[in-house]
């Protein structure tokens, strides 16, 4: 393979973010060597064990500029004596003037760190998600004259303009993004069309244990959700949801995740008096989320549109909890019916609506041998047609393409 690629991310190594890992370790598994170029320094006081199989060396760009001023200024001064920086300043400059804004300025003197640090053999940047991180990598490579190309996932797609997703596509070699819904409303914006290719996530099975023969009986219904605590994931929705269910029914609800919304999600379970019934775990790596799928009854994801447009794309944990044969219910939001259609591999309710949710709750614990059957029949999807390999060779075979041509 000609040359070597540079990764960027918004921040490395994350637990919510297991899809990129999984990725990156198939790549390398594939031959490819590459650096990681992280905006961010990892905030999670913990990683999952894929993370230590990844060999890339990381390096980290200053996240915001004031704090490596010296580094920054360095950078430009090396980026400006580049022949092709001044192209890279006009065409960052066009986009100063639609958007107006710090965070911008930040992502050029980024870029002229990651452009002016890349090791000599660096022919090549892919970059996960198309907002920030596609930005830092775009100015770089105009700046060093290299390709460069994106994996889009959710937020990055529906929360920048058009007139930005629409450049960034004109100007890359290749797009991959991770739902249909997502690659529909990109390829509306590709002036010239075949720029832009589904690709999902899937699941590399090969890293998770056969689904349990027989689950945990009991007298208590156990209901878990893994997610962030941020809007998108509708955990306020679940907690109405829960607040209403029947006294009759004894349930149970596990959390696991991190999030902004954490100290207020909890206090407004406390406010429905629900508490008692509530376990917070907090960040775990992959080992504990899987074991907890495994003695669960029931894994819930309530997802919706945040007021910003935020929203999932197609969540990797919903194929973890089919890997498992846990019953799923969630929303018909986004990319989720992708995977999952309605009373078939799971139940799906309208977003942002408690009742619905509460009223599928008491169907389905009434209901074990539907739950059994629909958690059966996703299984089957998800080894038939989600496994990881297939998507993992269209990525391979972009980027060896870009670097033969690179």
């Known amino acids: 393979m000609a040359g070597r690629l540079a990764v960027v991310l918004k921040g490395y190594p994350r637990l919510s973010e297991t899809f990129i890992a999984q990725e990156l370790r198939a790549l390398e598994a594939r031959g490819h060597n590459f650096d990681i170029w992280s905006l961010r320094h990892p905030y999670d006081d913990r990683i999952h064990p894929i993370h230590g199989e990844i060999s890339a060396e990381r390096h980290y760009l200053p996240e915001y500029l004031w704090h490596e001023p010296l580094r920054v200024l360095r950078a430009l001064i090396r980026a400006a004596r580049m022949p092709r920086f001044w192209h890279a300043f006009r065409i960052w400059g066009g986009d100063l003037r639609r958007d107006l804004t710090v965070n911008r300025v930040r992502r050029f003197g980024q870029a002229a760190v990651l452009a002016t640090e890349l090791s000599g053999d660096i022919r090549f940047l892919y970059a996960h998600f198309l907002h920030t991180p596609a930005s830092v990598a775009r100015y770089a490579a105009l700046i060093r004259g290299i390709g460069w190309g994106f994996s889009a996932h959710a937020k990055d797609i529906w929360t920048i303009p058009d007139w930005e997703k629409r450049e960034k596509i004109t100007e890359c070699r290749f797009g991959v993004t991770c739902t249909g819904t997502g ?85 407004r379970a406390r406010r429905l008096e629900l508490a008692d019934r509530i376990e917070w775990h907090g960040k775990r790596d992959q080992t504990d989320v899987i074991a907890a799928m495994r003695a669960a009854d029931l894994f819930v994801l309530p997802s919706k549109v945040a007021d910003d447009g935020d929203r999932d794309g197609l969540p990797n944990v919903l194929m973890e909890a089919a890997s498992q044969k846990l019953p799923i219910l969630s929303t018909d939001v986004s990319a989720i019916p992708e995977f999952i259609v309605d009373s078939e591999h799971g139940t799906l309710v309208p977003p942002g609506d408690p009742a619905a949710l509460s009223a599928a709750i008491v169907e389905l614990a009434a209901d074990p041998e539907r739950r059994a059957a629909m958690a059966d029949a996703a299984y089957d999807r998800l080894t038939a047609r989600f496994g990881m390999e297939s998507g993992i060779a269209v990525i391979d075979a972009h980027l060896r393409d870009a670097l033969a041509v690179t």
């Open 183 to 267: 690659a529909e409303h990109l390829q509306a914006l590709d002036p010239l069309g075949g720029k832009v290719t589904l690709v999902y996530h899937g699941l590399d099975l090969s890293r998770f244990p056969p689904p349990p023969d027989i689950r945990p009986a009991g007298n208590r219904f156990t209901i878990l959700s893994v997610g962030r605590l941020v809007a998108k994931k509708g955990y306020g929705d679940l907690l109405e949801a829960l607040s209403h269910l029947p006294h009759s029914l004894n349930w149970h609800f596990i959390h696991i995740g991190g999030g902004e919304l954490k100290k207020g999600i909890e206090a």
